[in-house]
């Protein structure tokens, strides 16, 4: 019993990190995983779970990806097919019909498409759009992330909601816990030393981050804090000098990418979301589970249902400065109790790995 985990790489964002901690589930209960991706790069790569069998596809495009894609299904003929993102979904389908539609093949949105279709330009706005409304019905069962998502995909798609499943990330995992309790090595975080603010995520106008940048100047005209940003991404210059422009040079660090973001998530102060547009942003999950006190923006879709609507941390309007410099503040000023942990609880790497299983194919049948 074999099942194939379909993505554009090991790159270090939400969907990978959630595509290898499927794979470490669906490995632990006996069953062969291949994951395929178009190249075999990323921040993520030494990261692999143990007993994974990486197919490169050597692909430098989606297109280019069609026929390498329908060879190894007709060789390997897993049992089950998972792909991941849009373009891939796509070319999944058509792959999929090509080699006789054997197994299952089941597509997964972990992003609103209709955002993802709004950002197309060229002929791929013209193109992508119609592919999705041909290809997603095809599939075997199409999975959302979220209920928001699911909706999307409904739209999007011309889809049958009787095709569409949603099953939360598998986030939360002992790996997780057991990271999160390491050893952090960072001045910022020394005894005595002023509150940490975090934030996680690439580096993207999508995130958000100066908005955050500048509610941060605000707090910092009323107290002593630090603010840290991991993750990397095409924004870095222009966030570089924006913090160089507001004299924040000292107090605001981008820090790049991390192997580790949960030690930094269990020992800040506050860990805040700031972005524009999600979907069922991981890192806000993650930060439940380390025991931080979250804030996060009310954007289209996700933290409302994680948060929800704000029994678990502070929700306030997208690009609003004032309100999530006021939000971080409050934040700041209420003891950490950790109760986040219980909301995480839900999204646990077994509830999502049972619910995938239950799509793939029966759960009798592959465990």
Not at 297 to 319: F, N, S, Y
Request: charge should be positive; glycine fraction near 8%.
């Amino acid at each position: 019993m074999k099942i194939s985990l379909l993505m554009i790489s090991f790159a270090g964002g939400g969907v990978t990190r959630v595509m290898l901690s499927l794979a470490e589930g669906l490995l632990s209960r006996g069953i062969a995983v291949d994951l395929l991706v178009l190249r075999a790069s990323g921040e993520l790569l030494p990261q692999l779970p143990p007993g994974a069998r990486v197919v490169d596809l050597q692909a430098a495009s989606t297109l280019r990806a069609l026929f390498p894609l329908l060879r190894y299904l007709a060789r390997e003929r897993p049992s089950a097919v998972l792909s991941a993102t849009t373009r891939i979904n796509c070319a999944a389908v058509c792959a999929w019909w090509l080699a006789g539609r054997r197994g299952r093949l089941v597509l997964s949105e972990h992003t609103t498409p209709s955002h993802f279709l709004r950002t197309q330009r060229g002929i791929s706005a013209r193109l992508v759009p119609r592919l999705m409304r041909w290809s997603y019905p095809h599939a075997s069962a199409v999975v959302a992330v979220s209920r928001q998502v699911a909706d999307d995909v409904a739209a999007c798609a011309a889809l049958d909601p009787r095709q569409l499943r949603v099953v939360h990330n598998p986030v939360v995992s002992e790996q997780l816990y057991a990271q999160a309790n390491e050893a952090l090595q960072h001045p910022w975080f020394e005894p005595g030393a002023a509150p940490v603010i975090l934030a996680v995520g690439r580096l993207s106008v999508e995130k958000d981050f100066l908005v955050l940048i500048k509610a941060f100047a605000r707090l910092r005209k009323q107290r002593d804090a630090r603010l840290l940003i991991l993750g990397e991404g095409a924004e870095r210059e222009a966030l570089q000098a924006d913090i160089d422009r507001l004299g924040l040079a000292e107090d605001v660090q981008l820090a790049g990418f991390v192997d580790n973001p949960y030690a930094y998530m269990r020992a800040a102060a506050v860990v805040v979301l700031s972005s524009r547009t999600e979907a069922m942003p991981t890192v806000l999950i993650e930060a439940l589970a380390c025991g931080a006190t979250v804030v996060a923006t009310d954007c289209p879709h996700g933290p409302a249902e994680i948060l929800e609507g704000g029994r678990w941390g502070q929700l306030v309007p997208v690009g609003d400065v004032v309100a999530m410099a006021s939000a971080i503040e409050a934040a700041l000023a209420t003891p950490r109790d950790g109760r986040g942990r219980e909301r995480a609880a839900h999204f646990s790497r077994e509830a999502a790995v049972a619910g995938y299983l239950g799509v793939l194919g029966t759960s009798s049948e592959l465990s």
